[in-house]
């Protein structure tokens, strides 16, 4: 979550790998970052699998509800930057955890509970602003990267067209599309070219580190270019 004098970012690692870029594209902007390891920013519904365990879901709904108090009664924090991959909300392979008790994700699922979210967050008297995740292919990007590096092969072969992402990532994308009628939504598309060609690498720097996650120039370059700290302030507080 960003505000202009006090800021948070939240969104586990998918949150944290926007921290450089928006340094970058404004500097005198503070942030403070509260942040959950696999803890989407989803009031009230959790990720939920036998590997996590009913405990972990039911500590990332305590943490997320802590967040929004903090928020009630922090003043200075004035914008709030939410960021997931969302995949664990709207995928048929995942179940959440609710009020209801643990159901199916779904991307109705999803769109239902990110519009409660932002109500509540409305409600603190904060504007909220969604970063959408990065193109995703299922590929490691990183780990191409790494491998043409090593072998001296042209970097471009890990190029991936837009068109190519996995379907999950669309499905993702169609969720967010319905959020921007009452949220802005910032959209990282990486290195994207006019072509529709996401490069892996930018200014002679790594974009991806592995499937999905900016490394830290893959923050910086977009993030200045596209004033990332200008368009997470620009919606004006109520």
Known sequence: MLSPRSSRSAGASFAAHLVEGVIASAPELPIVQTTMSRCGRFLDAAPYSVDLGQDWSESCIAFNAKVLDDLRHQDSVKNVVLSSPFRAYVSKDWQVLTPDGIVPASPELALDMMRRTLAAIEGAGKQAVIVSPTPQTGD??????????????????CNFALSDVAEITRTIDGVLQELTKTCPVIWLKGGMRPDGICCAMADGHFVHFDHGHLTREGSRNPGRRTGWGTMIQSRPVN
């Open 140 to 157: 490691n990007i990183g780990r191409c990267l790494t491998r043409s590096t090593w072998l001296g092969q042209d970097p471009s072969g």
